[in-house]
Nanobody, 121 residues
Framework: QVQLVESGGGLVQAGGSLRLSCAAS????????MHWYRQAPGKQRELVAS???????NYADSVKGRFTISRDNAKNTVYLQMNSLKPEDTAVYYC???????????????WGQGTQVTVSS
């Protein structure tokens, strides 16, 4: 069974920083891609940053220059360093991993439980 566990959310003042972590564990064969999404109240879930299967990194325009995605492949962990935070960054942040595992043997997306980030003005 595969699990994604996020940590690092919290309350921060505008201009501050937070670092989110997401660790994937379980019967993982390989991870093709890892992503960070967020969902603010009343809004659709949106992609924030990712390591796509094609390589490189992708960022939403709203976070370019402020957020940095990184990963530790040995630990199956992805990070999101968030600097210069703004009140509009307030949301529940979810990590997702496109991976194959020994149980299902197919590539599918797994989601974490989400972590709240609140930025006060």
């Amino acid at each position: 069974q595969v699990q994604l566990v996020e940590s690092g959310g919290g309350l921060v003042q505008a201009g501050g920083s937070l670092r989110l972590s997401c660790a994937a564990s379980g019967s993982i064969i390989s991870i093709n891609a890892m992503h960070w999404y967020r969902q603010a109240p009343g809004k659709q879930r949106e992609l924030v940053a990712s390591f796509p299967s094609s390589g490189g990194t992708n960022y939403a325009d709203s976070v370019k220059g402020r957020f940095t995605i990184s990963r530790d492949n040995a630990k199956n962990t992805v990070y999101l360093q968030m600097n210069s935070l703004k009140p509009e960054d307030t949301a529940v942040y979810y990590c997702a991993a496109d991976l194959s595992d020994y149980i299902s043997a197919v590539l599918r997306r797994y989601w974490g439980q989400g972590t709240q980030v609140t930025v006060s003005s």
